[in-house]
């Protein structure tokens, strides 16, 4: 059975202070893993896709990394507005298309 | 362009009554997913409609179910809510061979 599990649960840092985050996953094959912000209330938001192994992705203040067995989406000096909860996402190979989540990671970033 | 749009944004209903939920795709895409959201826990998978076909359903009952129409836009329906049922429903859209979905801003259930 496909599992994605998110760590840590909560995170609260310090304007400018750089963490990561992980998401560690079990799937029989992988097509695709993906990153996803959602603000309180709202639908997720689309990160990013990494498809194999040391591919790498950034977008402004986030990086996101892929080996075979998890993913950390970096963070340098984060800013308040980057609070939100952060949800990683796998793509079995297979017929079965539907993403499998992690219960994601809730940031707070305090100024 | 516009993104994946729900509708209602919020829904009231009463035990037993039956929700009609309702999405549309970003232009193009042929495949919607539903999730479901229940507070404090993780998306669960709903369903998946591709090209007007049900292609997987996840663990629910079969009081959930739904339907794709011929332009794509896609229906979810519960009957005989439960107050477990209240969750934000949420939609995402993707092309059809593609694995990137995108979701909308989801639809708050409340059973009451």
């Known amino acids: 059975e496909d599992q994605v599990t998110q760590s840590p649960e909560a995170l609260r840092l310090q304007e400018g202070e750089s963490s990561s985050l992980n998401c560690s996953y079990t799937?029989?094959?992988?097509?695709?893993l993906f990153w996803y912000r959602q603000d309180p209330g709202k639908g997720p938001e689309f990160l990013f896709t990494?498809?194999?192994a040391g591919e790498e992705k950034e977008k402004e203040r986030l990086k996101a990394t892929l080996t075979k067995k998890e993913s950390f989406l970096h963070i340098t000096a984060p800013k308040p507005e980057d609070s939100a909860t952060y949800l990683c996402?796998?793509?079995?190979?297979?017929?079965?298309?539907?993403?499998?989540f992690g219960s994601g990671t809730q940031l707070t970033v305090l100024p | 362009e516009a993104g994946v749009t729900q509708s209602p944004t919020h829904l009231i209903k009463t035990r037993g009554q039956q929700a009609t939920l309702r999405c549309s795709p970003i232009?193009?895409?042929?495949?919607v997913y539903w999730y479901q959201q229940a507070l404090g826990l993780g998306l669960q998978f709903l369903l998946w409609?591709?090209?007007?076909?049900?292609?997987n359903r996840g663990n629910f009952p079969p009081r959930f179910s739904g339907r794709q129409f011929p332009n794509y836009s896609s229906e979810l329906n519960v009957n005989a809510l439960e107050l477990e049922d209240s969750a934000l429903y949420l939609c995402?859209?993707?092309?059809?061979?593609?694995?990137?979905?995108?979701f909308g801003q989801g639809t708050r259930l409340t059973v009451v």
């Open positions: 232009s193009g895409h042929t495949s």
């Open positions: 996402a796998v793509h079995p190979s297979g017929s079965a298309r539907q993403l499998t």
């Open positions: 409609y591709d090209e007007g076909e049900e292609r």
């Open positions: 995402a859209s993707s092309l059809h061979r593609a694995t990137e979905a995108f």
């Open positions: 799937v029989s094959g992988l097509r695709g």
């Open positions: 990494l498809y194999s």
